[in-house]
Structures are given as structure tokens and as C-alpha cells.
């Protein structure tokens, strides 16, 4: 699978809160917030057994990701955080 390449940007303070919220130092969170684009694609492809677990607890923590009906899909705050991905994308 090929990753999108995405230029380096500061996280939102929304996207610091969820992580401050959910235990995640800045770091690993901006990690997360990168990879969050990727993760979408494996939702919508039902690859979701590909998500690393520790990365899947985190992404549920921060409010993210929310299981509903047995599936995962992403929150209100979690399409946030990736609007905020797609506009930092290299052309």
C-alpha cells in the first residue's frame, strides 16, 4: 500500500486536547494524526485488522474512531483531523 506524503504541520489545539485527554504526549499524536489518512483508506477498504492495536486503542481514546454497529468508523472529530491531513498534503 502506498502512503500519501504530507507536509509538516502544526496540530489544531483540538487535536492536542483529544490526545492530552486521552493520555498521548504531542509526538505520538501528531504520529497518529499523520497515519489517520491511511487508516480511513483501510476502514473504507474493511481492512481494519491492519491498524495496529495500540494505534486502534488510540485512535478510540481520543475520539477519532467510535465502533457503532460492530464497524469502526470515524467521528465528528476525527473527520476534523483529517480534513486538517488532506489540506497539509503535497501537492
Known amino acids: ?3 500519501t506524503q504530507f507536509v509538516s504541520r502544526p496540530l489544531s489545539a483540538q487535536t492536542l ?3 492530552r485527554r486521552a493520555g498521548i504526549g504531542a509526538e505520538w499524536c ?3 494524526a499523520r497515519q ?3 487508516v ?3 476502514l473504507w477498504r474493511r481492512q481494519a485488522s491492519r491498524i495496529p492495536e495500540l494505534n486502534l486503542d488510540a485512535y478510540l481514546s481520543m475520539r477519532w474512531l467510535r465502533w457503532e454497529g460492530g464497524a469502526l468508523v470515524l467521528t465528528t472529530l476525527g473527520q476534523s483531523v483529517h480534513d ?3 489540506r497539509g498534503t503535497a501537492p
Open 1 to 3: 500500500m502506498t502512503s
Open 17 to 19: 486536547a483529544a490526545g
Open 30 to 32: 501528531a504520529s497518529l
Open 36 to 38: 489517520l489518512v491511511d
Open 40 to 42: 480511513v483508506n483501510q
Open 84 to 86: 486538517d491531513q488532506l
